[in-house]
């Protein structure tokens, strides 16, 4: 039998990945010399999920990742994480992969940490914002400082002037993820053909709706429906602010 150690390193990163940034500095490169040479390897750094991490992990965790970071993620709600998220983008110009929780009232402080982040990492692309819900000038702000977007993911409550702003501020996005629970059917074919119109490089369209999707597909009007056939359309269902659990693919 094959032990872990003598695992390709390709493997053994993917392994590294899935086992987490906070288990890897508590546990698992104590395991053995090839385990701890490992997690000393930049590649081991690329993704990061910040969440667990104090201050101090979060350093030797950046300091290991020598710039190298692509993928940052973080999921608690306080104001110690946005100084982190300063931090991470002061020591990250690699950077590309954003995932972030947010409230209503952190907004003023996420401006000063977001408008950092596209001047120390220009090369974002992919975005998720996780919370309760977002204003139109919480969108008009991510559109603005990341002018080359092509990935965002909003799971909190949206309205029609939301969807308003991402095919105004947004209009290269190729994935798109929203919540759409809050629409009625008409509201939801309106904002699809909006966002269709404003977004014409859009290749997914990942929702949330409350209703039956085959009740949605069956009473689309043909013109959307022939537009929808272009693209792939997922459902999901969101939770504790999440897209983790991934229902079927809309077959128009």
């Given at each position: 039998m094959t032990s872990f150690t003598d695992l390709p390193s390709d493997i053994l990163l993917t392994i590294f990945d899935k086992i987490g940034a906070h288990d890897i500095l508590h546990s698992a490169q104590f395991v053995c010399k090839e385990w701890y040479n490992l997690s000393l390897n930049f590649q081991t750094w690329s993704h990061i999920d910040g969440t667990d991490l104090i201050f101090k992990e979060l350093e030797i965790a950046l300091d290991r990742s020598s710039g190298g970071l692509i993928d940052y993620e973080t999921y608690t709600l306080n104001i110690q994480d946005y100084e982190d998220l300063e931090y991470v983008f002061e020591r990250s110009p690699q950077l590309k992969t954003l995932s972030f929780s947010c409230q209503g009232w952190f907004c003023p402080i996420l401006e000063k940490v977001l408008t950092k982040a596209s001047k120390n990492c220009p090369l974002i692309n992919d975005i998720s914002a996780f919370g309760f819900e977002f204003d139109d000038d919480f969108i008009i702000l991510i559109g603005n400082l990341f002018p080359n977007l092509k990935k965002f993911r909003m799971v909190g409550k949206c309205d029609?002037?939301?969807?308003?702003?991402?095919?105004?501020?947004?209009?290269?996005?190729?994935?798109?993820?929203?919540?759409?629970?809050?629409f009625s059917y008409a509201d939801i074919c309106i904002r699809i053909r909006a966002i269709l119109n404003g977004c014409p490089r859009l290749q997914l369209l990942g929702v949330t709706i409350q209703m039956d999707s085959d009740f949605l597909l069956y009473n689309l009007d043909e013109d959307l429906k022939q537009r929808l056939k272009s693209i792939k359309v997922c459902e999901y269902c969101s939770y504790y602010g999440f897209w983790n659990f991934y229902m079927h693919t809309w077959r128009i």
């Amino acid at each position: 039998m094959t032990s872990f150690t003598d695992l390709p390193s390709d493997i053994l990163l993917t392994i590294f990945d899935k086992i987490g940034a906070h288990d890897i500095l508590h546990s698992a490169q104590f395991v053995c010399k090839e385990w701890y040479n490992l997690s000393l390897n930049f590649q081991t750094w690329s993704h990061i999920d910040g969440t667990d991490l104090i201050f101090k992990e979060l350093e030797i965790a950046l300091d290991r990742s020598s710039g190298g970071l692509i993928d940052y993620e973080t999921y608690t709600l306080n104001i110690q994480d946005y100084e982190d998220l300063e931090y991470v983008f002061e020591r990250s110009p690699q950077l590309k992969t954003l995932s972030f929780s947010c409230q209503g009232w952190f907004c003023p402080i996420l401006e000063k940490v977001l408008t950092k982040a596209s001047k120390n990492c220009p090369l974002i692309n992919d975005i998720s914002a996780f919370g309760f819900e977002f204003d139109d000038d919480f969108i008009i702000l991510i559109g603005n400082l990341f002018p080359n977007l092509k990935k965002f993911r909003m799971v909190g409550k949206c309205d029609e002037v939301s969807v308003a702003s991402i095919t105004k501020k947004m209009s290269g996005l190729i994935e798109l993820q929203l919540d759409m629970d809050n629409f009625s059917y008409a509201d939801i074919c309106i904002r699809i053909r909006a966002i269709l119109n404003g977004c014409p490089r859009l290749q997914l369209l990942g929702v949330t709706i409350q209703m039956d999707s085959d009740f949605l597909l069956y009473n689309l009007d043909e013109d959307l429906k022939q537009r929808l056939k272009s693209i792939k359309v997922c459902e999901y269902c969101s939770y504790y602010g999440f897209w983790n659990f991934y229902m079927h693919t809309w077959r128009i």
